[in-house]
């Protein structure tokens, strides 16, 4: 079993930055494809970011350029470094664990998930 903490998240305007971490407990994170999802209010959850277990990273496009997800196994703990947002980014971001290593864009392949921060950006 694993536990996600997901923090960081908070208000922040325009055109500002924030790092989310998710924090791992009741297994090591290292051979597991980790991702970030976000649900806004009336929304479908949507992917954000992932990475593999090798390293890999892939972005939608919507945060491409912008967010930078990384891992540090030694911590078992996962970031997503959010530059240049955009009032659009306002949601609650999940962090979510996938078992296989690799890290999906759909939610249904990811066997854990944390309760989410909520991340809100104003104009």
């Known amino acids: 079993q694993v536990q996600l903490v997901e923090s960081g998240g908070g208000l922040v305007q325009a055109g500002g930055s924030l790092r989310l971490s998710c924090a791992a407990s009741?297994?090591?994170?290292?051979?597991?494809?980790m991702g970030w999802f976000r649900q806004a209010p009336g929304k479908e959850r949507e992917f954000v970011a992932a990475?593999?277990?090798?390293?890999?990273?892939f972005y939608a496009d919507s945060v491409k350029g912008r967010f930078t997800i990384s891992r540090d196994n030694a911590k078992n703990t996962v970031y997503l470094q959010m530059n240049s947002l955009k009032p659009e980014d306002t949601a609650r971001y999940y962090c979510?664990?996938?078992?296989?290593?690799?890290?999906?864009?759909?939610?249904?392949?990811?066997?854990?998930w944390g309760q989410g921060t909520q991340v809100t950006v104003s104009s």
């Open positions: 979510a664990a996938d078992t296989d290593g690799l890290g999906p864009n759909n939610p249904y392949e990811y066997d854990y």
């Open positions: 009741g297994r090591t994170l290292r051979s597991y494809g």
């Open positions: 990475i593999r277990r090798g390293g890999s990273t």
